[in-house]
Every structure is written in structure tokens, then in C-alpha cells.
């Protein structure tokens, strides 16, 4: 594909043509940061789901899920720092008009100078071949140094001005850069001012009686709230883990890259309750143990980084985020937290309730410590679906359009087809589909040439498709192609089932980790 900003445009349209992403409330000019997932989408989005919830909370012993409710009471969001700190510095340009995350203007500043990196990377690398070490040129090269040294200064003051809300601060680096509207190339900027992210809704019918509430930011209050409930109900012992997944909602100002940032999401979120001071070797564990899922994938290792946090969120003593390279470059997926006691202290205080864990064989009562990881489904979908796509050159000088998704995640494990409409053909197809819909999705499609079939489910992720034709009659066999390699086998009817859990069963991708 040519350039990135190309291939994003395709995800884009692949997602709509295919039945995976549409616009919100498409009918009436939609609604900005909101999607709505489509068939495919749908069953591509819970397969991702249920990825995650079986090898976090099924093959951990010592992990359980719940689901609690979106709305919560007020104090929560007070206790847990969100109506205060839950902030975007905003800056607006007077020219244009147009509102900007102050932090992302400086942080695309950054990522233009790393892309001049990557540039002196690339054309050292075909200097000198075989022979080039990428490491020794990036840590002895004074140009890319220069950069790397101006990144690092920029960042690090901009976390330090944020941290201490030195919002002139922020605004002062915005000016001294020369940084520009991207759009109207104005540099004619407001103040930087803090914009809370929570929406408000109301609770009740009465005016003077109905309470104002917030669509939850997070899932992760649902489980600190519950900590003591399942902690007793669960007989759980430090270390444990609550797991859960469900919408959060967010009032994103810059909201654009598609299902990358938006309004209303879903996140997967997991809070391991441990006893302080073990924070370090914990946060090392689930570093390691979240990468490893991600790596199962076999989307490319060289495809993930660690991004550790210069400025910490409120709550956080450590953090690092699981970087993916998107289309748009790398960019965060998941985010790992040392949340400290933070959340249940602030819960306890704000609550007049305790929520600490008596240590039997400690025969102590201590506020459990808590390590956290995070990640938004949407974003999970959105690397694993423009990941898968390609456009293959064929030997024949044709293209196809291949959406190689992991086939433990493709929303249809296998279409069957008659190869004509007629003998006797379709029945047999319909009743393999019988059959397998058991086990698998499974798809049925008659119409158009049996290549052109092939076509559609390769671009829609569909691994195996299955041709009944005449030779089927006499012998109770079929033709199972495999969408990558499009190699064809003859195989039995009865063997189909084995052949297809092989590739798209949880446990033999989970076995990767
Ligand atoms: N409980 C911690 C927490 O919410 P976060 O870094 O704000 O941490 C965690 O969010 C993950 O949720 C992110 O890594 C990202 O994958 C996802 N996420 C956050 N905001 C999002 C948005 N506006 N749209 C889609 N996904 C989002």
C-alpha cells in the first residue's frame, strides 16, 4: 500500500464495505468519535473479548470477573480524583477557531523529529548493508543524538510544567517551538486551560430532586468499590485479581483517528490486589505477562514497544503503556499502572467504610496495593484489523485484497459452498453448515462464481472455505481452502470439524503465551 495515511483510508472503507465499523446515527450525518460496530464487527469485537476474559480470568485461578454498573454513585468520581483532576490542557487558535489538546501539539511536534530519526536510520541502514548495527548508529550518531536529545528535553519539560500546572508553562513551549495550527498554519494562540473529561447526566424525574451522576471514565471504580464484596463472597487471598469489561465514556477533544479515540468505548480492564511493597516485581509480571498475549497474536513482535510514562497520572507510582504501530505509528494500546493504594484509601476516606485485607499468615490488616492493567477493546480491534490488512500480489499480475486476520478471532471460522446451484450441491452444503454451526460461525454462500467467492472471504477474514462439488457425491469429501496460503485440500466431510478447531481453537493460540 502506498503511504500510511492511505492504508489508514482503507481500513476505513474495508471496515464500512465489510460489514465491521460504521458510523453512529449514519443516516443523519453521524455523530463524531462514535461508532457503531456491524455485523462482522460485532462477532470480530467479541472474539477480542473473550481472548482477553479467558486468559485473564479463566487460566488465572486466583482472577474473577464482574460486571458492574455504568452509572455509580457521585462521591465516586470525587473520591477517585476524576471531578478534580481528570483533565485535557486545551488551547484554542484564535484564527481558526479550532481547539487542540495542548499536550498532543507538543507530542506531534516530537513525533516529527522521530520520524527524522527513523529517516537517518533507513538511509544509514542501506549505506552500510549487511553491516549495519541499528543500535550502535543510534546511540553514536550526532544528528540522530541532536534529535533524540531535543525529544527528551521537550518532554520532559512539558511533564514537569503539566505535574505542577503550569499551564503558561505549557503554552510558553507551544510559542518557543513555533508550533502552528495544522490546519490554518496559524501561530496566534488562547491560554492553556484544564477541560474536564467526564459527561454528566442526570438521576431521576424531579428538577429539585434528581442527582447529577457521570457516565464512568473507567471501569476500574466498579471493581475498587466491589473490592471487599468479592474479596469476601470470593474468599480471595492477596495476591488476586478482579477482572471486568464494559463501556466508559469519555469527552475527547481531539477524537479523531477513527476507533482510536473515542467517545464512548469499551475497555478491558483487570485490578491485581497485592501486598505493598511488591508493587516492583508485580509490575514487572504483568508487563511481561500482557505482552506475551498481545505477542500470541502473532501480529509481529517488532510491532509492539514499551512506553514508560514521564508524567504519571494521579494515582500512579510506576506506569508504562504497550505501544502498537498503527497505521499512524506507534501509538499506545494498553496501559500498566502501579495504582499504589491510592484508589482504596481515597474510597475508604470518602466512604467512612473500611476496605482493608486482614493477612492471615501476617496476622495483619493492611489497604492492599494494587497493579492494574488496561486496554481499550476498540483500539485492540483497530490494531488487529488494519494489522490483517493486505493487498497481495498474485503470480498471475493480479492483486487480492486479504484481510489475514488471526483466525481465532475471525468473526466467520469457515464458508461453505456448492460449487453450482444445482445435483444435489446446495443441500449438501447447508448441511455441513448445520453440522459445524455447532462449533464454529459459519457462513453459506451460493451466489457468483465459486472464485469470486473466494475473493469475499479472503477480504472479509473468513479463514477456511469449503467447496462441495460433484466428486463430493461419489466420495463424502471436499475442498478446503486455506486463506493465506490459498492452498487447496482434498479432505473428508467428517474430518472438516478437527481440521478447523486446529486453527481456531483459544487453547492453541493461548498455548503460544
Ligand atoms: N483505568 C485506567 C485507565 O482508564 P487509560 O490509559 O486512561 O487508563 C486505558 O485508558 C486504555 O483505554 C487505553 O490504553 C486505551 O486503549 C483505552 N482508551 C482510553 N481512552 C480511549 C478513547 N477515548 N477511545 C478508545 N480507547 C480509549
Not at 459459519?442 to 473466494?454: H, L
Amino acid at each position: 500500500m502506498a503511504n500510511n495515511d492511505d492504508q489508514f483510508k482503507k481500513v476505513i472503507s474495508h471496515a464500512k464495505e465489510y460489514g465491521y465499523v460504521f458510523q453512529s446515527s449514519e443516516i443523519y450525518d453521524g455523530l463524531s468519535a462514535v461508532y457503531d460496530y456491524a455485523q462482522n464487527g460485532a462477532e470480530l469485537k467479541k472474539n477480542i473479548r473473550d481472548y482477553w476474559w479467558k486468559a485473564m480470568v479463566q487460566m488465572h485461578d486466583n482472577i474473577v470477573g464482574i460486571d458492574a454498573a455504568i452509572f455509580m454513585h457521585p462521591t465516586t468520581w470525587k473520591a477517585s480524583g476524576h471531578v478534580d483532576a481528570f483533565n485535557d490542557p486545551l488551547i484554542d487558535n484564535k484564527d481558526s477557531k479550532k481547539r487542540y489538546r495542548a499536550d498532543v501539539l507538543i507530542e506531534d511536534y516530537c513525533a516529527k523529529l522521530e520520524a527524522k530519526i527513523d529517516k537517518e536510520v533507513a538511509k544509514a541502514a542501506k549505506r552500510f548493508g549487511e553491516a549495519f548495527n541499528k543500535d550502535e548508529f543510534v546511540s553514536t550518531n550526532g544528528r540522530v543524538l541532536g534529535y533524540q536529545e531535543k525529544i527528551d528535553t521537550i518532554l520532559s519539560r512539558m511533564a514537569k510544567s503539566l505535574e505542577n500546572e503550569d499551564l503558561a508553562d505549557v503554552k510558553a513551549l507551544i510559542e518557543e517551538l513555533e508550533i502552528a495550527d495544522p490546519l490554518s498554519g496559524s501561530k496566534n494562540w488562547t491560554d492553556v486551560k484544564q477541560f474536564n473529561l467526564m459527561f454528566g447526566t442526570k438521576l431521576g424525574a424531579s428538577a429539585d430532586t434528581a442527582m447529577d451522576l457521570y457516565l464512568r471514565p473507567e471501569t476500574a471504580q466498579g471493581i475498587f468499590v466491589n473490592f471487599l464484596n468479592v474479596q469476601k463472597t470470593g474468599r480471595m487471598k492477596i495476591p488476586f485479581g478482579i477482572a471486568q469489561t464494559g463501556k466508559a465514556f469519555r469527552n475527547e477533544i481531539v477524537a479523531r483517528q477513527f476507533i482510536f479515540r473515542m467517545r464512548e468505548f469499551e475497555q478491558m480492564e483487570m485490578q491485581f490486589f497485592i501486598k505493598p511493597g511488591t508493587q516492583k516485581e508485580w509490575f514487572e509480571y504483568w508487563k511481561e505477562t500482557r505482552l506475551k498475549w498481545h505477542k500470541s497474536l502473532g501480529m509481529g513482535d517488532d510491532n509492539y514497544r514499551f512506553h514508560d510514562h514521564e508524567k504519571l497520572a494521579h494515582y500512579a507510582d510506576a506506569a508504562t503503556d504497550i505501544e502498537f504501530k498503527f497505521p499512524f505509528g506507534f501509538k499506545e494500546l494498553e496501559g500498566i499502572h502501579s495504582r499504589t493504594d491510592f484508589d482504596l484509601k481515597q474510597h475508604e476516606e470518602y466512604s467512612g467504610k473500611k476496605l482493608q485485607y486482614f493477612d492471615h499468615e501476617d496476622n495483619a490488616s493492611y489497604t492492599p496495593y494494587v497493579l492494574e492493567t488496561s486496554i481499550g477493546l476498540d483500539r485492540m480491534f483497530l490494531a488487529v484489523f488494519s494489522n490483517a490488512l493486505v493487498e497481495e500480489e498474485l503470480d498471475n499480475n493480479t492483486t487480492r485484497t486479504v484481510l489475514k486476520l488471526p483466525a481465532v478471532l475471525a468473526p466467520f471460522k469457515a464458508a461453505v459452498f456448492p460449487l453450482v446451484k444445482k445435483d444435489g450441491l446446495p443441500e449438501i452444503a447447508k448441511k455441513i453448515v448445520d453440522d459445524l454451526k455447532w462449533d464454529f460461525n459459519v457462513f453459506y454462500d451460493e451466489k457468483d462464481a465459486v472464485g469470486k467467492r473466494y475473493r469475499r472471504q479472503d477480504a472479509n477474514g473468513t479463514p477456511f472455505c469449503i467447496t462441495v462439488d460433484h466428486d463430493t457425491l461419489e466420495d463424502n469429501s471436499v475442498t478446503i481452502r486455506h486463506r493465506d496460503t490459498m492452498e487447496q485440500k482434498r479432505v473428508k466431510i467428517d474430518d472438516l470439524r478437527d481440521i478447523i478447531k486446529k486453527e481456531v481453537d483459544v487453547k492453541e493460540w493461548l498455548m503460544r503465551m
